[in-house]
């Protein structure tokens, strides 16, 4: 099963093979000498400390979260009514809007496929991943903005469409967004139970319903505000455990603890086995095919997943207008820190540790744990696996709220005013309630079919882009120009998936096996097919439009019905200055980010070539840097901002926050209020 070479006196390289997987150690350790796997089959970690961490701590968690938005309800008199169960209250500030950007946007693959890439392509997977996916929240902020100027009573951006285009663009636009919600799920499921499964032994498919009970609990009593109050502590706990991480790479492990020795590590491995396609065979380089190639199915793919995903709209609807644009930028700097920190350090380390992880362990999202577990033992294991729940719970509350949102607004109240019949604040609460159920339920299923079929989390992560990539453009248009018609988004969206998935599958074909799982997971494969849905659905959707133009001046968005009083969703004329200001202030630092992030560094690195040791400090101490500003941010900005109302909540009342919500009597009560400039 194994066979040795002896390179030099301090380096050997080793395969063990066991059907199509390949393990490599370049340096000789005896406790991996002739592994198959790291994991062997073995867990790491007991049974019980499994079902600790999933389901008590889950549950745990799920009731003091509870507990803490019912007494902040109880002492600051906050009604739990439909605004503000799938709203917040419009009345979020930065510091949390950025903590709950963060905490949306770090899914369990960005703990684990951004280590992935890493161990794959080297210091290119790292950078290509955080500034593939910083790209979509910071351009987002765009029409986070515009959501408060154009729709400021929205609850999701499907009235957006259904009030400007009817409702055939709105069915179409369903589709897309559902996709999204269950392929995001399917993803947490996927990558959660892998992790679960690999550490512990709990069996793959029981961790997968397990995962999802303690987030079904608070998000069914607390709605949208129970999930923010979540994902800051979520956030806290990832970014503080990401910190721990990447001071023992390069600090205080006694095999590593360097950048120095890391860079030695990394080195010596390509004189045995040199990465393909990557300038001198060397990990230490952007010049990367494989990583830029994987770079661009990123960027595309992840458009899809921001801007079709409702949770980032209820974000943003959520937020004040000042709190909007501020708190999606903070958030995607803050965010950035994640996988290019967390993957600079695990990712690395388990290429210059030359842990024995399979093909497979690796595209299931298992480089990180391999490494945590190496470093830390089982302390090690005990921290990926609180930080990947962590990941998994707070993303998985997000998208259940969001995916409640559109069954009570663009399913259920629409089907009622078609039968006649009012649609008031209690039935939309109740009727989220039950969608976030069915979906929590339903996620657990995602998850073991997905395990079922094979796939795994890299694959189903670079594949999202080609189902859902073409919906990008034309829900941008929605809010953003007024001449996009309904016929040229339809056209976009349709035609653009349709024209990715031949493509995709077309290209998959010419290569020998024809199209099956491993072809259609190729690079350029999911390259081509990425582009395709996002380039023509734009191209089409401009075209149509220009033939046949929409006359929008915002009327039928500004009339979207309230079901509540809900004051902070009218706009007063300081509040309108303030937004465009806003405007002009996002336009110039999100586009001029977004050029520093994806073009200008990429571009200011390629002259080192390959990183000189000097050259690769440097990129791992900017890496701690970020990190731990980014932990700075997030745990301490949005308790400071909140400190009034905390102060208020552990007084009981005795200091009461100040008021700043405007009474507004509400003439109609509980009854839906009909817009007259709304289409069906």
Not at 125 to 145: C, D, K, N, R
Not at 461 to 483: D, E, H, N, Q, R
Not at 604 to 618: I, N
Request: hydrophobic share 50%; net charge neutral; aromatic share 10%.
């Amino acid at each position: 099963m194994a066979t040795l070479t002896q390179a030099n006196p301090s380096i050997a390289a080793f395969e063990c093979t066991n059907a199509a997987n390949v393990v490599r150690n370049y340096f000789s350790d005896p406790q991996y000498e002739c592994a198959e796997s790291f994991f062997g089959g073995v867990p790491v970690l007991d049974k019980w400390v499994g079902y600790v961490i999933v389901l008590a701590f889950g549950i745990s968690f799920g009731i003091a979260t509870v507990g803490l938005v019912l007494i902040e309800q109880h002492v600051l008199g906050r009604k739990m009514d439909s605004e503000f169960f799938n709203t917040a209250g419009r009345s979020v500030k930065t510091g949390l809007t950025a903590s709950v950007i963060v905490s949306q946007w770090t899914w369990a693959a960005t703990l684990l496929q951004s280590s992935n890439v890493a161990y794959k392509y080297g210091v290119s997977g790292p950078f290509w991943y955080a500034s593939g996916a910083t790209l979509q929240i910071i351009v987002f902020s765009l029409l986070a903005v515009q959501v408060k100027r154009r729709a400021p009573t929205a609850h999701t951006f499907l009235e957006i469409i259904q009030a400007r285009w009817g409702t055939l663009a709105h069915s179409v636009f369903l589709f897309f967004a559902l996709a999204t919600n269950i392929i995001v799920t399917s993803m947490l499921i996927l990558g959660g139970s892998a992790v679960v499964n690999a550490l512990t032994g709990i069996n793959t498919d029981l961790a997968s319903f397990l995962i999802p009970l303690g987030v079904i609990l608070y998000t069914l009593a607390g709605g949208l505000k129970a999930t923010f109050v979540a994902s800051y502590f979520n956030t806290a706990v990832i970014l503080i455990a990401l910190c721990i991480f990447v001071f023992q790479v390069y600090v205080t492990d006694s095999t590593l603890g360097s950048p120095s020795t890391v860079y030695d590590r990394l080195a010596r491995a390509v004189e045995i086995e040199p990465v393909v396609d990557n300038r001198g065979g060397s990990y230490l380089t952007l010049f990367s095919k494989n990583g830029l190639l994987f770079g661009l199915s990123n960027i595309c793919g992840n458009f899809g997943t921001v801007f079709v995903d409702q949770s980032y709209w209820q974000s943003a609807i959520a937020a004040t207008p000042q709190a909007a644009w501020k708190g999606y930028i903070l958030g995607g700097l803050s965010w950035f820190s994640i996988p290019f920190t967390l993957a600079t350090s695990l990712g690395l380390a388990s290429l210059a540790l030359s842990l024995p992880v399979t093909a497979d362990e690796a595209g299931s999202g298992l480089v990180p744990p391999a490494v945590a577990t190496h470093l830390m033992g089982k302390g090690g294991s005990v921290l990926i696996l609180v930080m990947l729940f962590m990941a998994v719970t707070s993303t998985g509350a997000a998208e259940q709220i969001a995916v409640s949102s559109l069954v009570a607004y663009d399913v259920y109240a629409p089907i009622m005013r078609r039968a006649g019949k009012p649609v008031s604040g209690k039935s939309v609460v109740f009727v989220s309630r039950i969608a976030i159920v069915a979906f929590g339920l339903l996620s657990g299923v995602l998850g073991i079919g997905l395990n079922a079929i094979g796939l795994n989390l890299g694959w189903v992560y670079l594949g999202m882009g080609v189902i859902i990539g073409s919906a990008v453009a034309p829900v941008a248009m929605a809010i953003s120009w007024a001449k996009c018609s309904g016929a040229g988004a339809v056209a976009g969206a349709v035609g653009g998936l349709c024209l990715a998935i031949a493509s995709w599958l077309g290209y998959a074909s010419t290569f020998p096996g024809g199209v099956n799982i491993d072809n259609t997971g190729k690079d350029e494969v999911m390259v081509v097919g990425n582009l395709v849905a996002i380039l023509s659905s734009a191209v089409i959707c401009i075209i149509v439009s220009l033939i046949r133009p929409d006359t929008c001046d915002w009327t039928s968005t500004k009339s979207i019905p309230l079901l509540d009083a809900d004051p902070a969703a009218e706009l007063s004329a300081e509040d309108e200055a303030a937004i465009d200001r806003a405007m002009r202030m996002i336009t110039l630092w999100g586009i001029g980010l977004a050029l520093v992030l994806v073009v200008a560094w990429p571009l200011l690195a390629l002259p080192a070539g390959v990183f000189s040791k000097s050259y690769f400090t440097f990129w791992v101490i900017l890496s701690i840097i970020w990190g731990l500003l980014a932990t700075g941010a997030m745990v301490l900005l949005p308790v400071w901002e909140s400190r009034t109302s905390i102060l208020g909540v552990l007084t009981c009342g005795k200091v009461a926050p100040p008021v700043e919500a405007k009474s507004l009597e509400d003439p109609v009560g509980d009854v839906d209020r009909e817009s007259s400039g709304s289409q069906e």
